[in-house]
């Protein structure tokens, strides 16, 4: 699969916030992520980096 996580950069370090995205929709100043399995959840971040090979998305507060 390629689904990502995604981990929220606080102080300096990786907190993951979801796993199994596979769907991210901008909506405003925040990002609405959306999991494989439905699940949803919306942050008020903006991408920093995407690694897809890594499966990882960096997200940075607002």
């Not at 300096?12 to 999991?35: C, F, Y």
Request: with cysteine.
């Amino acid at each position: 699969m390629c689904e990502s996580t995604a981990y929220l950069l606080k102080d300096g370090k990786e907190e993951e916030i979801m796993a199994d995205i596979a769907t991210i929709i901008p909506v405003g100043k925040k990002l609405r992520l959306i999991s494989l399995f439905g699940e949803e959840k919306e942050v008020e971040a903006s991408i920093e980096e995407i690694n897809l090979l890594g499966h990882k998305i960096l997200l940075k507060p607002e």
